[in-house]
């Protein structure tokens, strides 16, 4: 008897191993990843053919114990490598797991492969060749724990590779975990739907089983083709039995389509080049005439088959970024009332990798399975659609919806007549949905505000994703118009991180002014609304005034005083990005040429050394920063009156310097301001927009002048 070892992707070590019992293999045991596994030779030429489930077929050649590198290359060099390839066929060595000796792979793989080139020039005095890509013979090392094994790969590419599929296109889903999902799902003949087929795998390795095919069938060679141990005439016959019998089931299965006129498996995808994909792949798998594909969007999914029953089986999309999550909700709440009205007495069967979405299916699972695609945990989960199933009439959240459109009601309308495109509309108005909802134009930005710690994370995370529908819903805004971020207590510039890269800029008015905005890559978008009032009090008293704008963001003040007559500006911020976005701004508004300057400097190092003067100054600057550019760090109530000591020397007589922060309960020091030679006046309430009533400590906001005599003298 010979040591085999079949591994496998992990969450299919049960499946393969009840699939090496009927191969005839004996000694089975289960481990991570794989089932180890003992049977003459036969059993190993059989499991590489027949296999649905298996990455690979690997002979045991040796295994010892190991401390170090030199245990390594000593255990490996006594193995009898001329047995199993000569000299003028190259090898590959795949090496995984790590030791104390070992603690990089490849420097694994090279010891090894220098133990087996010396054991060769010692016996022959030739080197054999190394081919990473396609050796004839590739090597299998794996250390745990002390121990070191070694084996022979039996299958040349992973066995999931069956032959069918466009290597060009990529296959989210792997042949081996589609077909451990039809395993999973108890699918053994029913007519089959997958509504978001994809490039077919599910269906193909459906229709694959159900024609007796073996899936190794279509492959071009094997590990052991160059094996210098190789049978062919114990390969040979097993082979032509697998051909023989796939032959015969497909014939069998063609002429029961034709005898029922009923096409057992049927796949849609919104993609028609996803489609066409499929097609090819069907169709070099043998199996195309058996599967119908369409291109459809499963949204409005319907039964393909009225008045019978079936099962439906699916890999749907699930999100791998937070950010793609809300345009599936739509998808999966869509999915579920269609299985209920549309499906009833059906079974399905549904992988995902998020348990949240699959949570919004409104389902009940009779079984759940773990899975993993690739290094992705996954959830299968089997359901028996009820007889009298009904959709679901009640929105979701639906308290949460209630208060969106009621606030919604009041605040679009307002927006309106003041000429805003981008407002609040929800602003952690229930303590269980405890998200601000900003609407730019016909996008969304939902901001979930980090939950308290006695809430449970899964809980929280799906009040948040029913939110999310509902927000859906109740707007009108498309699913892929919304974006969903989460936001935290921020330090320093950490507000200011990014996010993505997808660089999209969207354009909105505010009043007479256009901003660009980035409501995907970062966790602000470009935009304060809390300041808008702010912002065109200032274009209200910039005419003919030189204005500075400090720690200026995107310059959207500098738009303002621009648009409001300002005689010259100036926007100063430490980013170059940002100065950047500002100069776009100004740009968008016709604002351009010497009189508008741009600085990127440390504002209070800049302050320090400006000899130009101003008659209208605002500055916003953070609560707290501790930026690395910085020479110190910042706390806006420590520091504040600092740093009116340096704005004083370079506001004008008159002038005005509008200073605000976001830090709560923030208190003015007037006295400190007093000594200065400065006076302040709290305007918050006058600044604070409608849509930010239920937020009043957002920021606060102050007319700083000097200090005048009788005579109206600073």
């Known amino acids: 008897m010979t040591q085999f070892f079949a591994t496998c992707p992990k969450g299919l070590e049960t499946v393969l191993a009840a699939e090496l019992t009927q191969l005839g293999a004996q000694d089975i045991k289960e481990t991570i990843a794989g089932v180890a596994f003992s049977g003459e030779i036969e059993i190993a030429y059989r499991a590489c053919l027949w296999s649905r489930f298996a990455s690979r077929i690997a002979l045991s050649l040796s295994s010892f114990k190991a401390e170090s590198d030199l245990d390594l290359y000593l255990g490996c060099i006594v193995i009898p490598w001329e047995k199993h390839f000569d000299i003028n066929q190259s ?146 016959p097993i082979y032509t039995e697998a051909s023989v019998r796939a032959k015969r089931g497909v014939k069998a299965a063609l002429e029961k389509k034709e005898a029922e006129n009923f096409t057992p498996f049927i796949g849609y995808d919104i993609d028609p080049r996803v ?45 791998e970024r937070l950010g793609e999550f809300p345009e599936l909700l739509k998808l999966y709440q869509s999915v579920g009332n269609a299985l209920r009205t549309e499906f009833q007495g059906w079974k399905v069967s549904i992988l995902s990798a998020s348990p949240e979405l699959l949570s919004c299916l409104r389902l009940r699972a009779e079984k759940q399975y773990r899975l993993f695609n690739g290094a992705l945990e996954c959830q299968l989960r089997n359901y028996q659609i009820a007889e009298n199933s009904v959709a679901s009439q009640k929105m979701v959240a639906e308290d949460f919806a209630n208060r969106l459109r009621k606030n919604i009601k009041t605040l679009d309308k307002w927006a309106s007549q003041e000429g805003i495109d981008a407002y609040r509309i929800y602003d952690a108005d229930l303590p269980d949905y405890n998200v601000a909802i900003d609407r730019y134009a016909n996008y969304l930005v939902i901001q979930e505000y980090a939950p308290p710690k006695t809430i449970p994370e899964h809980v929280a995370r799906q009040r948040v994703l029913d939110l999310v529908q509902a927000a859906i819903e109740v707007t009108g805004v498309p699913g892929k118009n919304v974006i969903l971020k989460v936001r935290e207590r921020q330090k320093g510039e950490s507000q200011y991180q990014k996010l993505g890269t997808e660089g999209q800029m969207l354009e909105i008015k505010e009043f007479q002014a256009k901003f660009l905005v980035n409501l ?108 690395k550019r910085m020479d110190q760090t910042f706390d806006v109530q420590r520091d504040h009156i600092d740093v009116m000591r340096m704005l004083k020397k370079i506001l004008n007589p008159g002038g005005l310097i509008v200073f605000s922060n976001n830090k709560r309960h923030f208190k003015m020091d007037f006295d400190g301001l007093a000594d200065v030679g400065l006076t302040a006046e709290n305007i918050s309430k006058k600044t604070l927009p409608k849509d930010f009533a239920r937020n009043p400590q957002i920021h606060n906001c102050w007319l700083i002048r000097h200090v005048t005599n009788e005579n109206g003298q600073a």
């Open 91 to 236: 090898f590959a060595v795949d090496f995984s797991g790590t030791s104390d000796a070992i603690r990089n792979t490849q420097y694994g793989a090279l010891k090894v492969k220098d133990a087996i080139v010396d054991h060769f020039t010692k016996k022959t005095g030739i080197r054999p060749s190394v081919d990473k890509r396609e050796p004839d013979v590739r090597i299998l090392v794996h250390w745990k724990k002390g121990t070191v094994s070694v084996s022979l790969d039996l299958s040349g590419p992973a066995l999931h590779q069956r032959g069918y599929r466009d290597e060009t296109g990529e296959a989210p889903l792997k042949e081996n975990l589609a077909a451990a999902m039809l395993a999973r799902s108890g699918w053994e003949s029913e007519p089959l739907l997958d509504p978001m087929c994809g490039s077919g795998t599910l269906l193909i390795e459906a229709a694959m089983q159900q024609c007796d095919m073996a899936p190794g069938l279509l492959r071009k060679r094997f590990g052991f083709d160059k094996w210098l141990q190789f049978q062919p005439e114990i390969w040979q």
């Open 520 to 627: 995907r890559d970062y966790l602000d978008t470009g935009l304060f609304l809390d300041h808008r009032y702010t912002r065109r009090m200032l274009s209200q008293m910039s005419k003919d005034k030189d204005f500075l704008n400090l720690f200026s963001y995107t310059g959207s003040a500098s738009v303002h005083a621009g648009l409001g007559g300002a005689r010259t500006t100036t926007t100063v911020d430490m980013s170059r990005t940002y100065l950047n976005w500002a100069r776009d701004n100004m740009k968008l508004n016709g604002l351009s040429g010497w009189q508008h300057r741009f600085e990127q400097a440390d504002c209070l190092e800049w302050l320090r050394h400006c000899e130009q003067t101003f008659d209208l100054i605002f500055i916003d600057p953070p609560t707290f920063s501790n930026s």
């Open 275 to 319: 489609l066409q994909r499929a097609k090819e792949n069907a169709k070099r798998a043998g199996v195309r005439e058996l599967i119908q594909f369409e291109q459809a969007n499963a949204i409005n999914l319907t039964n393909p088959w009225p008045g019978k029953k079936g099962m439906l089986i699916s890999n749907p999309p699930y999100g």
